[in-house]
């Protein structure tokens, strides 16, 4: 997506540092640049909005404001680049916890706000694919274990040999127009309830 397509909120109490990011974002190419100097509200007027991306400045925020924009980060899921004149090792670690994408402590400076953007969205996407990638293999494997379980149950119930129980319900799920996943676990499904003691 392009600079001028992205739709960047900017939250920040200091008209002063709010100009100044909002001018390195509209030197940058940002035309669609939204700011809020007000933290009261904030889910909501995030919601309402619906940015791209989000540019925070807390000059210097105190523990509970922090972990009240870590707890909003977590919810969002959208790019977060935040700027903070100081901060700590563990308020940097929370931060990367929370899934900010950029967290820099003092370096708000207009020529800097495109870099810092740009890197906040890579990263943001970066960690939404291996997210999603995880999130497939884990999906994967909790198929690969009910169709197992199935196989298990044909292998018993059947005196079916591992391959012939995979290769019935490979027949079944081509005939019925389903996955196999689905097939064995409507098996395993339908073994629980008629023995809900039996082993799978």
Do not use: W
Not at 26 to 46: K, S
Not at 108 to 117: A, G, M, T
Not at 127 to 143: A, D, K, P, W
């Amino acid at each position: 997506m392009k600079p001028n397509e992205l739709n960047v909120l900017v939250i920040d109490e200091n008209r002063i540092r709010a100009a100044i990011i909002e001018e390195g974002l509209r030197d940058a190419g940002y035309g669609q640049v939204t700011v809020i100097d007000q933290m009261h509200g904030l889910a909501r007027r995030i919601t309402e909005l619906n940015p791209d991306v989000i540019v925070i400045d807390l000059e210097n925020p105190n523990r509970d404001e922090l972990e009240s924009i870590f707890q909003l980060s977590r919810v969002i899921q959208r790019p977060i680049a935040m700027f903070v004149d100081k901060s700590d090792e563990a308020s940097i670690e929370a931060a990367v916890e929370a899934g900010v994408s950029a967290y820099i402590v003092d370096g708000l400076k207009q020529e800097r706000v495109r870099p810092i953007l740009k890197m906040a969205i890579s990263r943001f996407n970066a960690f939404s694919r291996l997210n999603r990638e995880l999130e497939e293999t884990r999906s994967e494997l909790e198929n690969r274990k009910v169709i197992d379980r199935a196989k298990g149950l044909l292998m018993r119930s059947r005196g079916l040999s591992e391959e012939e129980a995979y290769a019935l319900l490979r027949r079944t799920a081509m005939n019925q127009n389903r996955k196999i996943v689905e097939i064995a676990q409507s098996l395993v499904t339908a073994a629980s309830l008629l023995d809900p003691g039996a082993k799978e």
